[in-house]
Each structure stands twice: as structure tokens, then as C-alpha cells.
């Protein structure tokens, strides 16, 4: 018999709910993740010590490295710290790099991985990509998706307004690199994958169409499964494509030319602004008011860019991403034609 569906491999368990870290232990034992008992854990180094304490009352007795940054090095001296001890499933538990460093640790040992989100800054909670720094660079490792995703909405609301917004931005950048997509698949014959993009797509539309307040757990809740999602849309199509078009090159390029400029997803929504601008998409208007009511960074002055420096950065995104093919790289603009596309841009949208 032909194969007539595929299998889609993703968390088995999505927990995002108040006072989730709480019941770590229970759901980790009640859904046979640990079975002899082993359980280590990874928190990042800007966790409260509140938190800290809440998980080690949680899973008593599990050892707790601490993680720094969002390093390869990071990431190596955690899976060389836990390989003699085999642990049932290593749990990490912070917001951006320190999750991503413990994925890598855990696809490096080969042990199952548990994602707790204290923030929601980017789409890396359930995603099979690391993103790590080496040598100032910032590449993307291919890794195990987690087996269970727990996002605690008090940590959440209570953490600095900017990494919901990133969150926020990284979420709705997904129309932008579907577009791209599409653009690929009409003009380079790429692969496309309509399930992937669906599901990217939804996610993305599901934040733009909220509506309530951005600290509103409603809106929490739905910018959580939006993450969640577009981590599986890229577990679906095998790479970080329905996620990733010329928004996230302009954010790589960001990195390079002036880096800790704003968090990736905040540097994502002006690039997917940007991008949906000069590709002339009929959703700018309503990404811009999302970004707006939300207070997302939509322009290069919310980052603290000038044209000049914005500029310097689109002209260096395709570079970033060699054989991605997106509205940068179809238009092929030269620096003053992109200098007066940023001009336009800014004119268009500073009010
Ligand atoms: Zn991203």
C-alpha cells in the first residue's frame, strides 16, 4: 500500500498553564519520561534563585548545572559534564541561549530533552534548531526537538517586557518567511512544503489576530502555542525555512555589523517589516499595527539604528544565509538602491 500521510514527530507533552514548574516532577513521572529515577537539569544563569528553588523542591535531588550565555562552548562543557552520569532526560529551564545550549547538550548525549520557557523570546522552545555563538558568530545546529514543552505563564508575565515583544516579532516574522518561500518555489523551483507553511502561517495569524492586551494570559497562552507551532513547521519541512526568509538574515547581519543590538526576535520584526515592505505584501499595514499596539521594534530607530547602519545591514544579509533565496536576494538591489528603499520605509512607517 502507497504511503498515503507522513508522521510527524513533535513534544508529547505541551504544558502552558500558572504555576507550571510546579508539577515538573509529576509530569515527568507520570508520563514514564523518567523511568529510573535520573533527571538532571540545566538552568540558565538569569534565572531567579525564587525559580531555582521551585524546581529543585519540584524534582528533589536531581543534580542542577548552571548554564552562562548561549555558547558551543557552553553547550560542549554541559554534554561533557553529563555523559558519565546517563540521566533519563536532562531539563532545561531559562529563556533563550540557555535552553539552545541545553538541547545541543541533550542531542549530544543522546538523552531526551525537556524544554521550561520562563520567557518567550523566540521560537527555539520546540524547535529541532540550536542556535549558538562560536568565535562571535552565531550558527544553527540541527538537534532533537524536545519531548515535552512547559511554558509557565508567571515567569512569563513577570519577565522584561522587551522578550515578549521579541517573542511577539518572531512569531509574526513567519508570514514574511513564508512569503519568501513562495517566492522561491515560483522563481528557483525550491522545495515548498504547504503543510509546513500552514502551520507557520497559522501561528503567525493566530498573534496578528489576537487582539487583547500583550501581559493578558489569553494572549500569553496563544503567543506560546504560536511558538510551539512554528517549532513543529520546522520539524515538518526538516529545516527553519517556514521561519526564516530575509527577516532573519537582516537580524544575523544585525549580529555581525553591531552586535547585542536587541533581542533576535525584536531585530526579526523590523526585518520582516522591512522585508514585507519592499516585497509589497497586502499584510504590511496589519503586521505594522500589531507591532505597534504590542510595542514590537518596527523600525530601525526602535533599535537604535540609524538608516546608514540599517542599511549596511540588509546589504550584508543575503551573506549571512548563502543559498536562500528571498526577496533580498530576488531583487539584487545595489547599496544606494537599498538605501532608498530604507529611506521610503522609514517614511512610510515613522508615526
Ligand atoms: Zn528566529
Not at 500558572?18 to 538532571?40: K, N, Q
Not at 549580529?255 to 526576535?265: E, I, K, S, V
Not at 504590542?294 to 523600525?299: I, S, T
Request: negative net charge; contains cysteine; aromatic residues 4%.
Amino acid at each position: 500500500m502507497a504511503l498515503v500521510a507522513r508522521t510527524l514527530s513533535g513534544p508529547l507533552i505541551v504544558e502552558v498553564r500558572a504555576r507550571a514548574i510546579e508539577s515538573l516532577g509529576d509530569l515527568l513521572t507520570d508520563r514514564r519520561i523518567v523511568t529510573t529515577g535520573r533527571v538532571a537539569i540545566a538552568v540558565g544563569s538569569g534565572v531567579a534563585d525564587g525559580v531555582r528553588g521551585a524546581v529543585e523542591s519540584a524534582v528533589p535531588g536531581a543534580p542542577v548545572s548552571e548554564v552562562d550565555g548561549g555558547s558551543l562552548a557552553a553547550a560542549r562543557t554541559l554534554a561533557d559534564g553529563l555523559r558519565g552520569s546517563r540521566p533519563d532526560v536532562l531539563v532545561g529551564i531559562g529563556g533563550g541561549g540557555s535552553l539552545d545550549v541545553a538541547k545541543w547538550a541533550a542531542t549530544a548525549i543522546g538523552v531526551p530533552f525537556v524544554s521550561v520557557a520562563t520567557t518567550l523570546t523566540h521560537d527555539g522552545l520546540a524547535s529541532p534548531v540550536a542556535v549558538l555563538e562560536e568565535d562571535g558568530y552565531k550558527g544553527s545546529y540541527g538537534v532533537q526537538p524536545p519531548i515535552a514543552v512547559v511554558v509557565d505563564l508567571d515567569l512569563v508575565r513577570a519577565a522584561p517586557a522587551n522578550h515578549t515583544r521579541s517573542g511577539i516579532g518572531e512569531a509574526v516574522s513567519n508570514l514574511s518567511a513564508v512569503a519568501d518561500w513562495v517566492l522561491a518555489r515560483r522563481h528557483v523551483a525550491e522545495a515548498y512544503d504547504g503543510l509546513a507553511a500552514a502551520m507557520a502561517t497559522t501561528a503567525a495569524l493566530a498573534v496578528l489576530n489576537e487582539g487583547r492586551e500583550t501581559t493578558d494570559d489569553a494572549f500569553l497562552e496563544t503567543l506560546a502555542g504560536a511558538l510551539v507551532v512554528s517549532g513543529l513547521a520546522m520539524t515538518a519541512a526538516g529545516t527553519s525555512r517556514p521561519c526564516s526568509g530575509a527577516c532573519h538574515e537582516i537580524s544575523h547581519a544585525i549580529d555581525r555589523l553591531f552586535p547585542r543590538t536587541a533581542l533576535h526576535g525584536e531585530q526579526v520584526a523590523v526585518g520582516a517589516l522591512f522585508a514585507s515592505f519592499v516585497r509589497g505584501d497586502r499584510r504590511t499595514a496589519e503586521i505594522d499595527t500589531c507591532f505597534r499596539v504590542h510595542g514590537v521594534p518596527r523600525l530601525p530607530g526602535d533599535l537604535g539604528l540609524d538608516a546608514a547602519g540599517f542599511t549596511a545591514a540588509v546589504v550584508a544579509a543575503p551573506g549571512t544565509r548563502p543559498g536562500r533565496y528571498t526577496i533580498l536576494e530576488h531583487l539584487d538591489m545595489d547599496a544606494p538602491t537599498i538605501r532608498e528603499r530604507v529611506d521610503a520605509f522609514i517614511e512610510a512607517f515613522d508615526r
